[in-house]
Each structure stands twice: as C-alpha cells, then as structure tokens.
C-alpha cells in the first residue's frame, strides 16, 4: 500500500509540474509558410529604366544569407573576416511584415555583440551598413516574384534578389 500510494503522489506531482511549465511558456507559431528559413543570396540583378531586364551578377561566393523566424529577418555575410574585435560587415536586423505578393521590411538594427557587449542592438544609423547587402533605406519593400521550399526571387526597386533556400 506504502508503494502505491508513493507512486500516485509522485505521478500526480508530474503532472502539476508539467501542466505548469506549459502554461509558463508561450509558444510562439509563425504564419510565414514556405518564407521561413535560410536563404542564399545567389543573384543580384541591378534594374535601372535604361534597362529593366537588369544587369545579372553572381553573388554566391559573397556569402549574404538571409535568416527568417516569426518576425525577424537576419542579413549576415558568413564570409565576413574579423578584425581584432569587430567584423567588417555587421548582421542587421529587420522586423518585417509579408502579405499580399510583398516582403516589407522595417525598423533595423544593426548586430554589435563583438564590438560593443554591452550594448548588443542598435538602431541603424549609417545607410552604408544597408547598402553593403543591397538595401537603399531603412524601410524597404519588395515584390515577391517567387516563393517555394528552394528559390525565392524578390524585385525592389533597383535590385531583383535570386536566393536558394538551404
């Protein structure tokens, strides 16, 4: 009789921790379908009203990937090299809404965890940070000509992006 009851108070404390863990914990789910992932960038073509059909360049030796999960996107260069304590090319953060056949992506912030600790985020300030992957603004939007589990190609304004997804 000891072990019987010994073993329902212990299943019955099992089941209050794990009921309270679940319900400690917010699970967050993304709605982003086939967008989420790791994407390499692979082409770049450059669009100007001369000719819209855009210059092409192979771009996958730079190694710029873009990262995506829930609402934030990441821009890194995976080949960057390292200088003492910093990196040429910082990661930068974008939150980013997709809908209606566009990508818009907004409110960056610049990755400064090797150079500054203590301060691991800041807003982007310098647009030269942006241009280095592409980018023109803060606040960007691009059409989405493709979408599926392995290519993505994305049209902005004066760029249109080939990535494969890995």
């Known amino acids: 009789m000891y072990s019987k009851h010994f073993s329902l108070k212990a299943a019955s404390l099992c089941v209050i921790a794990v009921m309270s863990l679940m319900t400690a914990c917010d699970i967050h789910t993304s709605n982003n379908g086939s967008l989420?992932?790791?994407?390499?960038?692979?082409?770049?073509?450059?669009?100007s009203a001369d000719?819209?059909?855009?210059?092409?360049?192979?771009?996958?030796?730079?190694?710029?990937?873009?990262?995506?999960?829930?609402?934030?996107?990441?821009?890194?260069?995976?080949?960057?090299?390292?200088?003492?304590?910093?990196?040429?090319?910082?990661?930068?953060?974008?939150?980013?809404?997709?809908?209606?056949?566009r990508l818009h992506l907004f409110n960056p912030s610049v990755d400064q965890r090797y150079a500054v600790p203590?301060?691991?985020?800041?807003?982007?300030?310098?647009?030269?940070?942006?241009?280095?992957?592409?980018?023109?603004?803060?606040?960007?939007?691009?059409?989405?000509l493709q979408l599926d589990d392995d290519r993505m190609v994305l049209q902005g304004e004066h760029f249109r992006f080939h990535f494969r997804k890995y």
């Open 51 to 101: 000719n819209p059909a855009g210059r092409s360049a192979d771009v996958r030796a730079k190694g710029i990937f873009w990262a995506v999960q829930a609402d934030l996107l990441e821009i890194k260069d995976l080949h960057d090299k390292r200088v003492d304590t910093t990196y040429l090319h910082h990661s930068v953060f974008f939150r980013f809404t997709h809908e209606a056949g």
């Open 36 to 47: 989420d992932g790791f994407w390499q960038l692979a082409q770049a073509d450059t669009l």
């Open 118 to 144: 203590e301060y691991p985020d800041a807003e982007v300030d310098d647009l030269s940070l942006l241009e280095y992957y592409g980018l023109q603004s803060k606040d960007e939007t691009f059409d989405v």
